[in-house]
């Protein structure tokens, strides 16, 4: 079973940037499609960004320009580069393994997540 662990939030002045990483352990990771998701107060979990074994990458429309998602195999890690953040932005975002080309939806058990908090 693939563990994730999840950091890099904070809190974070509208227009602001921030890094989250996303750290896998289990051999399967470079083999599976990777997705960041986010969930804020009172709202159902949404997927933000994911990205295939192979580095193709997909985007919510709301963060199309704004976030990239990037994977780096050898550490087991997945990121998730965060431009030009928004109130909207702020919410727990987790890391999970992705059915793709099914859905991107997640497939394996949540980590802790991490909480990004947008305020002047």
């Given at each position: 079973?693939?563990?994730?662990?999840?950091?890099?939030?904070?809190?974070?002045?509208?227009?602001?940037?921030?890094?989250?990483?996303?750290?896998a352990?289990?051999?399967?990771?470079?083999?599976?499609?990777?997705?960041?998701?986010?969930?804020?107060?009172?709202?159902?979990?949404?997927?933000?960004?994911?990205?295939?074994?192979?580095?193709?990458?997909?985007?919510?429309?709301?963060?199309?320009?704004?976030?990239?998602?990037?994977?780096?195999?050898?550490?087991?890690t997945?990121?998730?580069?965060?431009?030009?953040?928004?109130?909207?932005?702020?919410?727990?975002?987790?890391?999970?393994?992705?059915?793709?080309?099914?859905?991107?939806?997640?497939?394996?058990?949540?980590?802790?997540?991490?909480?990004?908090?947008?305020?002047p």
């Amino acid at each position: 079973q693939v563990q994730l662990v999840e950091s890099g939030g904070g809190l974070v002045q509208p227009g602001g940037s921030l890094r989250l990483s996303c750290a896998a352990s289990g051999s399967i990771f470079s083999r599976n499609a990777m997705a960041w998701y986010r969930q804020a107060p009172g709202k159902q979990r949404e997927l933000v960004a994911g990205i295939t074994s192979a580095g193709s990458t997909n985007y919510a429309d709301s963060v199309k320009g704004r976030f990239t998602i990037s994977r780096d195999n050898a550490k087991r890690t997945v990121y998730q580069q965060m431009n030009s953040l928004k109130r909207g932005d702020t919410a727990d975002y987790s890391c999970n393994l992705a059915s793709h080309p099914a859905g991107w939806e997640p497939l394996g058990s949540w980590g802790q997540g991490t909480q990004v908090t947008v305020s002047p």
